[in-house]
């Protein structure tokens, strides 16, 4: 499956963006799917899961209560809106595809591209 993402930009610290990650290629509810970010410098961390259905999400501690992680598998979409932006949410947002929940929280097999996501003070 292929993954593009979008949505990126420079954002105030307190604003909000929505990412969004399109699936081409394969049937997108039998994957579940994930963010990741990298800011510079740093390593890849995980930021948020969903299940294929959406009925499931996890998210890493950093975020939780800011970002909300969806899907909708009819237009082969997950989204990540973000809220509440930190200067530290800064990083590079990567979405990720693996027809495991549970692997996809690790890094899945697919990934999409990056998109920039920048917090100013």
């Known amino acids: 499956v292929q993954l593009q993402a979008s949505g990126g930009g420079l954002e105030q610290a307190g604003g909000s963006l929505r990412l969004s990650c399109a699936a081409l290629?394969?049937?997108?509810?039998?994957?579940?799917m994930g963010w990741f970010r990298q800011a510079p410098g740093k390593e890849r961390e995980f930021v948020a899961a969903?299940?294929?259905?959406?009925?499931?999400?996890y998210y890493a501690d950093s975020v939780k209560g800011r970002f909300t992680i969806s899907r909708d598998n009819a237009k082969n979409t997950v989204y990540l809106q973000m809220s509440s932006l930190k200067p530290e949410d800064t990083a590079v947002y990567y979405c990720?595809?693996?027809?495991?929940?549970?692997?996809?929280?690790?890094?899945?097999?697919?990934w999409g591209q990056g998109t920039l996501v920048t917090v100013s003070s």
């Open positions: 969903i299940s294929r259905s959406g009925s499931i999400t």
């Open positions: 290629g394969r049937t997108f509810s039998n994957y579940a």
């Open positions: 990720t595809a693996d027809s495991s929940y549970q692997s996809v929280k690790i890094g899945g097999d697919y």
